[in-house]
């Protein structure tokens, strides 16, 4: 009798999650949702064409970057595009970039190039 009633178990513990999930017709799919809000960011807005045809720099200070920055600039005179003259330094690469900084840049119509990365 032992047997008979194992296989009984063992059945219904095998059967495909849908036939187990009961119906979502009241409030039992409730119990389905994650329990821990996930916040969704804003959308980020993209620009395809800066609003005015100017480059702008932002230094990391990591080694070598400002003269490779400062090389692109006179590659990118070259070629006639205007290029703000000085280059603005990040105090550090391994820190956020300051929240003034930041809103100082947005507020950049052209294209702003940032930091050179290892």
């Known amino acids: 009798m032992t047997g ?3 296989n009984i178990q063992g059945k219904n513990s095998h059967q495909p999650p849908a036939i ?4 979502c017709g009241d409030v ?3 119990l389905l949702v994650d329990p821990i809000p996930r916040p969704t960011p ?3 807005k993209v620009s395809l064409k800066p609003k005015v045809a100017s480059v702008t720099f932002v230094d990391h200070q990591k080694p070598n970057s400002k003269r490779i920055m400062e090389y ?3 590659i990118l005179r070259d070629w006639g595009v205007e290029v703000r003259e000085e280059i603005i330094v990040k105090a550090d690469a391994s820190v956020p970039m300051p929240e003034a ?3 100082s ?3 950049e119509g052209g294209l702003v190039l ?3 990365s290892d």
Do not use: K, V
């Open 20 to 23: 187990q999930l009961t119906s």
């Open 72 to 74: 692109a600039q006179d």
């Open 42 to 44: 804003d959308p980020i």
């Open 28 to 30: 039992s799919c409730e």
């Open 101 to 103: 900084m930041l809103q």
């Open 105 to 107: 840049l947005s507020g």
């Open 114 to 116: 940032c930091g050179i």
């Open 4 to 6: 008979t009633s194992d």
